[in-house]
């Protein structure tokens, strides 16, 4: 079964820097391609960014090109989301989710695992 817990979000005030973790298991992690993807409440799923199976690649959606970069360690099954300069309009709970290829839309919390989340606040 799969598997993901994400960790380390909280309150960080605009401008400011957080690093978001994954931690995955039950499936083969160095096969997949790996997606942050964000919900605030109320919204629907947005896509985030996205990495592909060997890490050579990533994909971002336009409002976090430049600010975030997502990275993965496949010796630890873990995916990371490094947020600078991080804004008000980022406050979501961040969640990530493997895949087989690209996908920027169609997301649904239906569909396969997910793990808990976590939740940033950008706040002054």
């Known amino acids: 079964q799969v598997q993901l817990v994400e960790s380390g979000g909280g309150l960080v005030q605009p401008g400011g820097s957080l690093r978001l973790s994954c931690a995955a298991s039950?499936?083969?992690?160095?096969?997949?391609?790996m997606n942050w993807i964000r919900q605030r409440p109320g919204k629907a799923l947005e896509w985030v960014a996205a990495i592909t199976e060997d890490g050579h690649d990533t994909y971002y959606v336009d409002a976090v090109k430049g600010r975030f970069t997502i990275s993965r360690d496949n010796t630890e099954n873990t995916l990371y989301l490094q947020m600078n300069d991080v804004k008000s309009e980022d406050t979501s709970k961040y969640y990530c989710k493997e895949s087989s290829r690209l996908f920027t839309t169609g997301w649904d919390k239906r569909l396969g695992d997910w793990g808990p989340g976590t939740q940033v606040t950008v706040s002054s």
């Open positions: 039950g499936f083969t992690f160095n096969t997949h391609y």
